[in-house]
C-alpha cells in the first residue's frame, strides 16, 4: 500500500536531547512538510522540501534541523535548542492537489 | 499572509442533525480550499476539496462550496452520526506559494447519540 510512514508514533526527549522523527513515503511525491500541532491549535509549518536536497524553512523553523537526501524520506530532527518541544508532529507528502498525511508522532519531554 | 479563521468548538449535536462549520479565508490569488478530518490520536484525511469559484467539495455526506465573493468554504452535513465526532480542519493552498498549506485552528465536533 502506498502512503506515508512516521515513527515512531511515541517518542519520549529528556531536555537537552536531540531527537529524530522519521517519515518515509513511498507515494512518488516530490513534496514532503512538516507540520507542529499544539491542543486547540492548528498546524504549524516547520519546514518542507520541494525537491531532494533542496529545504526550506516554515513559520516555526527555530530549534529545528531537517535533511532531504532521498526522495522518500525527509527526517526531522529535534535539537535541544527547541524550548517547548512538547507536541503533536506530523509528516505529509502531496501532489498539485492534495496532501497525504502521516498518522503522527506524539513527542513529549520528560 | 494568508490564513484561515474557523468558529471555535467544541460543535456539540445530537445524532441526526445538521451541521455547518464556518470557514473564511484570506489570500490573494485564487487559493485551493481543503477541508480534513483528524480522528483521536490520528494524522489528517481529506475529507474534500474545490479548486476554484463555485466548485462544490463533497465526501461522505459533507460538502463545502466555494465562495469567492465571501471568501467562505462552510462545511455542512444533513445528518450527523456518532462517527463523525473529530476535529475538522480547514486550509488553503496557492500554487504561488510552493502549495504550502495554511490551516485554520480546527472545530472539535461531538455528536451525541
Given at each position: ?39 486547540g491549535q492548528g ?68 | ?5 474557523q ?97 485554520g485552528s480546527g ?7
Amino acid at each position: 500500500d502506498g502512503g506515508i510512514t512516521q515513527s515512531p508514533k511515541y517518542l519520549f526527549r529528556k531536555e537537552g536531547q536531540n531527537v529524530t522523527l522519521s517519515c518515509e513515503q513511498n507515494l512518488n511525491h516530490d513534496a514532503m512538510y512538516w507540520y507542529r500541532q499544539d491542543p486547540g491549535q492548528g498546524l504549524r509549518l516547520i519546514y518542507y522540501s520541494q525537491i531532494v536536497n533542496d529545504f526550506q524553512k516554515g513559520d516555526i523553523a527555530e530549534g529545528y534541523s531537517v535533511s532531504r537526501e532521498k526522495k522518500e524520506s525527509f527526517p526531522l530532527t529535534v535539537t535541544s535548542a527547541q524550548k517547548n518541544p512538547t507536541a503533536f508532529y506530523l509528516c505529509a507528502s502531496r501532489t498539485d492537489t492534495e496532501a497525504f498525511f502521516g498518522q503522527g508522532t506524539r513527542l513529549t519531554v520528560v | 499572509g494568508d490564513s484561515v479563521t474557523q468558529m471555535e468548538g467544541p460543535v456539540t449535536l445530537s445524532e441526526e442533525a445538521f451541521l455547518t462549520i464556518n470557514c473564511t479565508y484570506t489570500a490573494t490569488g485564487y487559493p485551493s480550499l481543503f477541508w480534513y478530518v483528524q480522528y483521536p490520536g490520528e494524522g489528517l484525511q481529506l475529507l474534500l476539496k474545490a479548486t476554484k469559484a463555485d466548485d462544490k467539495g463533497s465526501n461522505k455526506g459533507f460538502e463545502a462550496t466555494y465562495r469567492k465573493e465571501t471568501t467562505s468554504f462552510h462545511l455542512e452535513k444533513g445528518s450527523v452520526q456518532v462517527s463523525d465526532s473529530a476535529v475538522y480542519f480547514c486550509a488553503l493552498s496557492r500554487r504561488d506559494s510552493s502549495y504550502k498549506l495554511i490551516f485554520g485552528s480546527g472545530t472539535r465536533l461531538l455528536v451525541r447519540p
